[in-house]
């Protein structure tokens, strides 16, 4: 790629970030919009709004960037949980990793690599990007060794900020839970491979089992049922009562009659209100027998939610072997209440098994799938490639400004485009396979997320290039910092637009909501749906944690090959700074709280990126005639993996499990707590299937179905 190519793509994302900021800031005052801009203050019934005309409505406004920057850490914490605050502790790291890097890269290594060679100032809109990376520089050159020191600088940083970082959101996990009231989830444990004696049920087995090993702290335990056929139930029942309050919202004029036979073709010509209000009535009868029928014949599973007096107890339980077979009564922590993925439990073990396999195979299928859009994409890159492919097209790409857009833009946002479908299917694999949390899904998903991104957006980019000599690396490792020395440098250019593309107009888009807005337009215009249900967004931490570790991974790679890349990342993590504290604060809201477990997939991810840095780096110093350098940096990743290896030790089980010192230090505190007997008696029902709560039911219509929808979407958004 060449620098007008560059710039043209800079121009055109510029360009769409001020629009899009632009839009924002105005639509943002419209009352309308409340919905989409501050749906969590809407929820809350916090946004306060006036009807009346003003003309500050329809003029940009960067008040939201002051609050946003305003708002501290503590309020974070206190209103959008630990996960939130971790979460712009990415944003906080990263910038002050790239501020080092920016430093080092744009003030010491551009000017080493621009002026490796005798250049033509005149011509450097027509020259390529190679004229700011390494490559610009001769071999053997003693430049060289200004980007060895530079390696070891920005190594030394990075893992000073980790081990900072990994320290402070520790003692903050600890704060939380001393600070935090007594958590259901803090006392309770699931207990699966439940054996059952002949002539007793699941629930007796539990209880006779926890009363003669844990006599002293045993409570109370709830034992799981099936209700996938109640769940379905509730779902249509949730479905009907959606379409009716769509329908009754209408003018009486506008609701029209249907006929009650096969497809609406044939049967009786009757009212749709009072068609749809009869299956609605049959729906809820089915309902009331299934759940009867589910609590009365004992349709229970092999899993139950048993609760302690403490969290020690809990704890102890949790963490040890129960049986001398350890097949059976297998403990683990419970998630909250609300965090309890419910149709988990609604699968057997081959089930899960199986599925993890099929799983396993999906991804794999993906993976590779995923190859032809990368392959398409680097076709772009290529102009020659891309008129031998569509000879028809040779004219047009001949137009300055076309091949700048087609080699500069398009080749990113196709890819952008592509990956955005991927998200969701990933979170669906994470479903897929078993987990017992929503929380522990999104971690899941966000794992996968990240590799798939690493391998199809980084490795698939930089070897597809030319991929019949670059496949030969997975057969021979030593070949891979040569080959990747090779590879990567050749698509710095690539990389930097995508920064450009897939980090400043994702995340202007992310503060428009446009797909959001779109969809509430058609809502209050187009369906009339003024009184439908209402539930602010989660964020996604499943796609967002990948994407900037994804970008932060690019700038760590590219520090000394083309330190041309930093300054568009720090305006990505700047404006990922600005733009996630306002949706945190107005759009999303918290579903779950894992306790800042998210930090070590950052902590590792990181420690990835160094070490790749490092490969490319070893095998860079090697062609460039370097040997002596490339034999030095030799040592940079063995201390990389020492210091990670520390960190595990010292700060990771802090992540899966508090101590036995923090345990009975929260339960000593507890002893003096006069609420503590009021929570043990909502402990007993805290992990109650919520299909199975009681339905409440009004005698008048309307009335009548909105409670019954009311309480479904309180059932739903529980389970």
């Not at 329809?58 to 979460?87: H, I, M, N, Q, Y």
């Not at 020259?127 to 071999?139: A, C, R």
């Not at 507890?670 to 503590?676: E, G, L, Y």
Request: net charge positive; hydrophobic share 45%; glycine share 6%.
């Amino acid at each position: 790629m060449i620098v007008s190519a560059l710039l043209t793509s800079v121009g055109i994302n510029l360009g769409l970030c001020i629009l899009f900021f632009t839009l924002f800031s105005i639509l943002r005052k419209q009352p309308g919009n409340v919905r989409v801009y501050a749906p969590r203050l809407f929820a809350e019934g916090k946004h306060q709004t006036g009807n009346h005309f003003n003309l500050d409505r329809l003029l940009p406004s960067a008040g939201w960037v002051k609050r946003a920057w305003d708002t501290s850490e503590d309020d974070f914490l206190a209103s959008s949980g630990l996960d939130a605050v971790v979460f712009m502790r990415i944003f906080i790291f990263s910038l002050r990793v790239f501020c080092v890097a920016g430093a080092i890269g744009v003030f010491v290594l551009l000017p080493v690599n621009f002026l490796g060679h005798e250049l033509d100032f005149a011509t450097i809109p027509n020259e390529s990007l190679d004229l700011f990376s390494i490559s610009n520089i001769k071999n053997g050159s003693k430049r060289l060794w200004v980007h060895f020191c530079a390696a070891y600088i920005l190594t030394g940083a990075v893992c000073y900020f980790l081990y900072f970082e990994y320290k402070y959101i520790s003692s903050k996990r600890l704060s939380y839970f001393y600070s935090s009231k007594p958590q259901p989830h803090n006392f309770t444990i699931l207990v699966r491979g439940i054996p059952v004696a002949a002539g007793s049920s699941f629930s007796e087995s539990v209880e006779s089992f926890f009363m003669e090993y844990h006599s002293s702290t045993y409570l109370s335990h709830s034992v799981v049922r099936q209700t996938s056929k109640l769940r379905g139930l509730i779902n249509d029942a949730e479905n009907m009562s959606r379409r009716l309050i769509r329908l009754k919202s209408r003018p009486k004029n506008q609701q029209k009659n249907l006929r009650n036979g096969f497809l609406g073709i044939f049967g009786q010509n009757v009212n749709i209100v009072d068609h749809y209000e009869k299956k609605f009535e049959d729906l809820q009868a089915n309902v009331r027998i299934e759940q009867s029928d589910v609590s009365s014949l004992g349709q229970e599973v092999g899993a139950a939610f048993v609760c302690f007096k403490s969290h020690y107890g809990a704890a102890i339980a949790s963490s040890i072997q129960q049986s001398i077979n350890p097949t059976r009564w297998v403990t683990e922590q419970a998630p909250e209440p609300h965090d309890v993925y419910w149709p988990f439990f609604s699968t057997r073990f081959i089930h899960r098994w199986i599925s993890k396999f099929v799983v396993f195979v999906a991804a794999i299928f993906l993976t590779i799938i995923f190859v032809i859009p990368v392959l398409f994409v680097q076709g772009l890159t290529n102009l020659e490639q891309l008129e031998t492919i569509f000879p028809f097209l040779k004219g047009f790409l001949t137009i300055t400004f076309v091949s700048q857009v087609v080699t500069g833009y398009l080749p990113s946002l196709v890819l952008h485009l592509f990956l955005s479908v991927v998200p969701p299917i990933m979170k669906f694999f994470s479903t897929m396979q078993g987990y017992i949390s929503h929380s522990e899904i999104e971690k899941s998903a966000c794992s996968k997320m990240l590799l798939f991104t690493i391998w199809n957006i980084f490795f698939a980019n930089v070897l597809t290039g030319s991929i019949g000599s670059q496949i030969e690396i997975f057969f021979e490792p030593k070949n891979i910092p040569s080959t990747l020395a090779v590879a990567v440098p050749a698509q710095a250019s690539f990389f930097i637009a995508y920064v450009v593309t897939s980090g400043w107009t994702s995340l202007s888009s992310e503060l428009t909501r446009t797909m959001s807005l779109i969809g509430d337009f058609i809502k209050r215009h187009c369906l009339r749906c003024m009184n439908s249900e209402f539930h602010a967004p989660s964020i996604p931490y499943h796609s967002d944690i990948p994407k900037i570790l994804f970008f932060q991974l690019l700038g760590i790679t590219y520090f000394i090959l083309a330190p041309l890349i930093l300054p568009f990342l720090l305006v990505y993590f700047s404006l990922g700074y600005i733009i996630y504290r306002n949706q945190l604060l107005n759009v999303y809201v918290p579903k779950f709280e894992t306790g800042g477990k998210f930090w070590p997939i950052v902590h590792n991810s990181t420690i990835f990126s160094l070490i790749l840095m490092h490969a490319i780096a070893i095998g860079i110093f090697g062609l460039k005639k370097l040997p002596l350098a490339s034999s030095l940096i030799v040592p940079l990743p063995v201390l990389t993996l020492l210091f990670n290896e520390y960190c595990r030790k010292r700060f990771l089980p802090i992540f899966k499990a508090y101590s036995a010192e923090a345990l009975i230090k929260k339960d000593r505190e507890n002893q003096n707590d006069p609420t503590m007997p009021e929570f043990y008696n909502k402990l007993v029902t805290a992990y109650r299937d919520p299909a199975l709560m009681p339905i409440e039911y009004s005698s008048n219509s309307d009335e009548h179905t909105s409670l019954f929808f009311l309480q479904l979407e309180c059932n739903i958004s529980v389970g």
